[in-house]
């Protein structure tokens, strides 16, 4: 690959770090909304309802914009809306103080619509770069998700506890100069436009498809099995565990991302080495031992070790399903990854708020109890996944 595009692929990097960013802050501050504005856990747990679902009506939306105005428009816009909703999210509740869960949905609409378009837009953007290896590169791209986490994680407990927790709104002001700069770069590096494609027959045939709807299934799950555990993990390890909120994002979120991370780049090494549905089986089997352990484990080294095992355990299921739905349907353009991301970002959605809503009635063990069931769907859906072109 070239020196040029070895930059554009760079500039997708860092687009799923701002991802990144997006997703995984907000849920580091739950305890101080918790403690000091007294959100409960289903008014938490919404918030992060309200990220994906704005996520999943722009992942409907992107394709029509990218067809308007190609994906170094659509990259370029996404991260301006990334900046500025993070922006938002420092300094409104700074003016606003009797208003901070208005102040905090309405950053979160403007910068998940950034989001939205980063995951549809960028993925394509990396299928359409030269290489012959797909599989890897749509694996170490997606890691970057995982180490724009554990960098989010680790930054941020940093400046929390460098500034105090009274001024957590500094630290998203800090964090909207990566978009900014990124969004910068979209506007040089080289970028291939995708080819004028057949929607409406791309649709039917991906909507006559049982494969698609079976993809579409393991997408949900996909990312209700990530995004759960992940978002949920700091809390959990402060207020059921017991453990300070540094010790507890060090030791549940930030290592659920590393081992996240850890897992796509072996698999990205491993590309073509493997049966990607049977790695897909053993990994969610892992993944509902996982959720069980942190359900059922009182002991807190225990149950942080399932977290982190968790993270390994999703690694494959997001950027594997996207892989194996490219060579599926090797037509299915922006459409595709579009309905895909819908999917999702629906899990996405669904996942971290039913885990709020049992968690507020029940416990917090009962919760992550309860959302087995998405590593379970998966482990019984990926069977009937057909073996053209996977």
Request: net charge positive; hydrophobic share 55%.
């Amino acid at each position: 690959m070239s020196v040029s595009y070895k930059s554009t692929k760079i500039a997708c990097f860092i687009g799923f770090v701002v991802q990144a960013i997006i997703n995984n802050f907000l849920p580091l501050l739950f305890i101080i909304f918790n403690t000091r504005y007294s959100l409960n856990y289903e008014e938490l747990g919404r918030l992060l309802f309200i990220n994906f679902f704005v996520q999943l009506i722009v992942d409907i939306l992107t394709p029509a914009i990218v067809k308007r105005i190609g994906y170094r428009g659509s990259a370029i816009a996404c991260h301006g809306l990334a900046a500025l909703g993070l922006c938002m999210l420092g300094i409104l509740p700074m003016l606003f103080t009797e208003h901070i869960y208005a102040c905090l949905v309405a950053a979160i609409i403007v910068y998940a619509s950034g989001s939205g378009i980063i995951e549809v837009c960028i993925s394509p953007m990396v299928e359409l770069l030269p290489g012959d290896k797909k599989g890897a590169d749509m694996a170490f791209t997606h890691s970057f998700y995982c180490w724009g986490q554990a960098f989010t994680v680790l930054a941020s407990t940093l400046l929390i506890f460098i500034l105090g927790q009274q001024r957590w709104q500094l630290v998203p002001i800090i964090w909207a100069v990566i978009p900014f700069l990124n969004m910068l770069n979209f506007m040089r590096v080289p970028v291939i436009e995708q080819p004028d494609e057949p929607a409406t027959k791309t649709a039917k045939t991906l909507f006559k498809s049982r494969d698609f709807w079976a993809f579409a299934i393991i997408m949900i799950c996909a990312g209700a099995s990530e995004i759960t555990m992940a978002e949920w993990a700091s809390l959990f390890a402060q207020q059921s565990l017991g453990i300070s909120k540094t010790t507890g994002d060090l030791l549940g979120p930030c290592a659920f991302a590393i081992c996240m991370g850890s897992g796509r780049v072996i698999f990205g090494i491993l590309d073509g080495k493997f049966n990607p549905k049977t790695a897909l089986i053993v990994n969610n089997i892992l993944c509902v031992a996982c959720y069980l352990g942190v359900a059922v484990l009182h002991i807190p080294a225990l149950s942080l070790i399932a977290c982190a095992l968790c993270g390994f355990s999703v690694s494959l299921s997001w950027p594997g399903t996207y892989s194996m739905a490219a060579k599926r349907f090797s037509n299915g353009g922006t459409l595709m990854f579009s309905l895909l991301a819908l999917c999702g970002d629906f899990g996405c959605s669904i996942g971290p708020w039913l885990m709020g809503i049992v968690a507020n009635a029940t416990t917090l063990h009962t919760g992550f109890f309860v959302c087995a069931i998405f590593p379970l769907i998966m482990v019984l859906t990926v069977p009937m996944l057909s073996n053209k072109d996977i």
